[in-house]
Structures are given as structure tokens and as C-alpha cells.
């Protein structure tokens, strides 16, 4: 089943499903908790559709795919190399997100996204899925001119609306192994690969970064981007999807 988070039209922040066949978002829940009653269903454009989780931290991996790593000039790393997002980079489906001025070179970056269900600590590989939400997509928009200027990548990775998601929340059974991540910019295809194109697995990734840090219910993980990373421009519409979650979409401004 694939899970929405949208504010419905009296402005209340809701949960419940998206049934793409017939076009209807249903409220597993109304606000307060009561149980969703028959006329708690919408279309898409009847509500805002948000992030579907509101995350403490987006930890985020470079360099995941060899081809992204050769095109960056970078060499393949020997464990994930990890940076973080704070919560006010996420973005929403559909939102018209303001770039950065005066900026030479701000790219796109589709990426798998894997929400967390549990905090967790020093979770093993074998254990890993356990802790996993669900998947979604996300856009990792990188800030190119101060990201190759600092070390920690604040100012190139952190700014705000950085890491537009959604809009749906797939369970891991949903998305298959090999599944297809394609991003398009104007309609035309950017970059396509799948997630067997991981240099390191999902279950490593958890287990590397709870070695470090806590990981609470909500927060997300970012695969990493496959090759063909590009700048944007004032205008651009981006879709970011992947197989078995959807499609994310959202455009750029640059003031």
C-alpha cells in the first residue's frame, strides 16, 4: 500500500493511502485520531500533498554509483561517504522550490529515499530491514559552487528546500531489487539506472550509519545519485521516479 501525508482542505496535517487506479487519496485517520469516515477521500488536487515524513535528519550518501563517482572524478570509496540535511531542506511534491542567487551551478540528484520506522543504534546488516518505513523519492539539490569551496558541505548541501520527497511512501516489498530511478528535467530524461547499481546495499548503509548515530522514527536516508547529474535553470520542471513508489515532481525558481 502506498502511504500519502497531505493537509486536507480545513488546513489539518493527515495521513492515509493513494490509490493510484482510481485517482483517490483516502485519510487512514482524521484529526484528533478519529477513524477516517467515507467522505474522507480527495483527489490529489483537492489537498496539499507534503513530504510524506517529517524527518529530525536526512542522512545522506555520496558516491554510491560508479558512475556518478566517475563523472565527479572521484574515486569509488571504500565504506559510504556520509554528510547530513537538516529538516528545513525537505520539500514537498509540486512545490516550487527557490534556488539559491547568484549561484553558477546548482544540479538535480534523484535518489532513493529510505524512511526509518524505529530508533535505532549499532543495528547489524541482518537485522537492518527491520527498521525500514518504507521508500520514497527524493531530489538531493546541490548547491555545486560552495559545495567544492568547504569540507563539510553545508552551505553546497543544506540550504533550504534542499531535498524535495514524495510524494508516496512505498513498503520495501513494493519496490523490487533492480528497480529502475530515472529523472527527468522538461520532460527529457536525465539520468536512469536502478538501485542493483548500489556500490553499497541499503542494509549496509543502516548498518554503517547506526554504528555512528541514533537514527529516530521519521528520519531518512539518501542513497545516493546514478550519473548524469546536471545544473538547473529558472523554469525547470524536475520528476524523480522510481519503480514501485512513483513519481516526484516539482519545479525551480532562482530569484
Same mark, same amino acid.
Given at each position: 500500500?502506498?502511504?500519502? #501525508?497531505?493537509?486536507? +482542505?480545513?488546513?489539518? $496535517? ?22 477516517? $469516515? ?5 483527489? +490529489? ?6 513530504? +510524506? ?60 529515499? /529510505? ?59 513494493? /519496490? ?7 529523472? #527527468?528535467?522538461?520532460?527529457? #530524461? ?66
Amino acid at each position: 500500500m502506498h502511504r500519502v #501525508r497531505f493537509r486536507d +482542505p480545513n488546513g489539518d $496535517v493527515r495521513t492515509g493511502s493513494w490509490d493510484a487506479a482510481e485517482n483517490r487519496i483516502t485519510a487512514s485517520a482524521g484529526p484528533g485520531g478519529r477513524l477516517s $469516515v467515507s467522505d474522507d477521500s480527495y483527489t +490529489p488536487a483537492e489537498v496539499d500533498v507534503l513530504a +510524506p515524513t517529517d524527518p529530525s535528519k536526512i542522512v545522506c550518501v555520496g558516491l554510491n554509483y560508479r558512475g556518478h563517482a566517475e563523472e565527479q572524478d572521484k574515486e569509488i570509496p571504500d565504506r559510504p561517504l556520509l554528510f547530513l540535511k537538516g529538516p528545513n531542506t525537505v520539500a514537498s511534491h509540486n512545490q516550487t522550490v527557490e534556488l539559491l542567487p547568484d549561484k553558477e551551478r546548482i544540479d538535480y540528484e534523484a535518489e532513493l529515499g /529510505v524512511v526509518i520506522d524505529t530508533q535505532c543504534r549499532n543495528v547489524a546488516e541482518a537485522d537492518a530491514m527491520d527498521v525500514v518505513r518504507g521508500f520514497t523519492c527524493v531530489d538531493d539539490i546541490s548547491n555545486r559552487d560552495d559545495q567544492r569551496a568547504e569540507q563539510n558541505w553545508v552551505r553546497g548541501k543544506a540550504f533550504d528546500n534542499a531535498a524535495p520527497m514524495g510524494p508516496l511512501l512505498a513498503s520495501p516489498d513494493e /519496490v523490487p531489487d533492480d528497480a529502475t530511478i530515472e529523472l #527527468r528535467v522538461n520532460g527529457e #530524461r536525465r539520468q536512469h539506472s536502478s538501485r542493483e547499481e548500489f556500490i553499497f546495499s541499503i542494509p549496509e548503509l543502516i548498518e554503517e550509519i547506526t554504528t555512528y548515530m541514533t537514527l529516530e522514527p521519521g528520519d531518512v536516508i539518501s542513497t545516493g545519485t546514478p550519473a548524469g547529474v546536471g545544473p538547473l535553470a529558472d523554469g525547470d520542471r524536475v520528476a524523480v521516479e522510481i519503480e514501485g513508489i512513483g513519481t516526484l515532481s516539482h519545479s525551480v525558481t532562482i530569484p
